[in-house]
Nanobody
Framework: QVQLVESGGGLVQAGGSLRLSCAGS????????MGWFRQAPGMVREFVAT????????DYADSVKGRFTISRDHAKNTVYLQMNSLTPEDTAVYYC?????????????????WGQGTQVTVSS
């Protein structure tokens, strides 16, 4: 069993930055690929970024490519999402999620474990 807890959300002005953290517990956390998703009001949950279990392979949604960076620290059992050049369109609840496999994936159905979400609001 894996438990995930996100933190780092908040209110920021357009053009600003935030770093989200996702602390994982459970002995197999570091063995799984991880991802970040987001959900804006009235919208479906969408893929943002994913990272392989080793951390050497990443993938991003086109809408965040070049602005967001996903990373992980196995020693701290934590996955990060560094978000730069934020726009109001990035406003959403951001969810950390874990798979039960090693390879990165965009498919929401591949994710077995979910955090509670953290709100990110970008003002114009």
């Amino acid at each position: 069993q894996v438990q995930l807890v996100e933190s780092g959300g908040g209110l920021v002005q357009a053009g600003g930055s935030l770093r989200l953290s996702c602390a994982g517990s459970g002995r197999t956390f570091s063995a799984y690929a991880m991802g970040w998703f987001r959900q804006a009001p009235g919208m479906v949950r969408e893929f943002v970024a994913t990272i392989s279990w080793r951390g050497g392979s990443t993938d991003y949604a086109d809408s965040v490519k070049g602005r967001f960076t996903i990373s992980r620290d196995h020693a701290k059992n934590t996955v990060y999402l560094q978000m730069n050049s934020l726009t109001p369109e990035d406003t959403a609840v951001y969810y950390c999620a874990g798979t039960s496999s090693t390879g990165r994936t965009r498919k929401i159905s591949d994710y077995k474990y979910w955090g509670q979400g953290t709100q990110v609001t970008v003002s114009s």
